[in-house]
């Protein structure tokens, strides 16, 4: 009579395990980066960011009239959504609009991208070829991703 509580009483323990392993992975309902273990999205995120914050952020993200963003630290939070919310949102009594008509597909290669620059760690290797920045980046955005931006005081680029 050795076998169904211990083969019940594994599958529960099992259960368990599981159970907690998927909660400490992943925090409640905080959305993940749907491309964060794509590596096309690097450069489809460095697409979005040369045509829309480069003007501010700097090429490369070196930072200008807004801070620099490769270092890996943020002082709005630096999980991915964490980006994801100040990129949406933006930051209210500064500079930084919000871009909250980006679709959410760029606004997360976006994220990808801003965070490979300063090394993800493990999920892929960063191509070490140079990134040849766009030389003049300008508005409007590349056709594949909508329609151009236009200047909205008070909304950002919309
Ligand atoms: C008009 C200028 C401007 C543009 C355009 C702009 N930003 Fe910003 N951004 C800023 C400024 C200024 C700040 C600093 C806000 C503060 O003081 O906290 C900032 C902050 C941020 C932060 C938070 C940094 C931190 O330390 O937490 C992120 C992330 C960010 N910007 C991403 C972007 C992305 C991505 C784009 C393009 C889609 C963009 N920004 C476009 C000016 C700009």
């Known amino acids: 009579m050795r076998s169904r509580f211990h083969i019940l009483a594994a599958q529960a323990g099992a259960l368990l395990l599981m159970t907690a392993a998927a909660a400490m992975a992943q925090p409640a309902d905080t959305p993940r980066n749907p491309f964060a273990n794509d590596p096309a999205?690097?450069?489809?995120?460095?697409?979005?960011f040369n045509s829309t914050c480069t003007a501010c952020h700097g090429v490369g993200a070196t930072g200008g009239r807004g801070p620099a963003l490769n270092s890996g630290r943020f002082s709005h939070g630096s999980g991915d959504y964490d980006l994801f919310q100040t990129i949406r949102?933006?930051?209210?009594?500064?500079?930084?609009?919000?871009?909250?008509?980006?679709?959410?597909?760029?606004?997360?290669?976006?994220?990808?991208?801003?965070?490979?620059?300063a090394g993800r760690g493990g999920a892929f290797t960063i191509d070490p070829t140079p990134v040849t920045a766009d030389p003049s980046p300008s508005y409007p955005v590349e056709d594949d991703y909508g329609p151009p931006l236009e200047w909205e005081p008070g909304w950002g680029w919309v």
């Open 41 to 48: 999205a690097i450069a489809a995120g460095q697409k979005v």
């Open 89 to 117: 949102t933006g930051v209210p009594g500064t500079q930084m609009p919000s871009f909250g008509a980006l679709p959410a597909d760029d606004v997360w290669r976006a994220v990808t991208y801003i965070k490979s620059l």
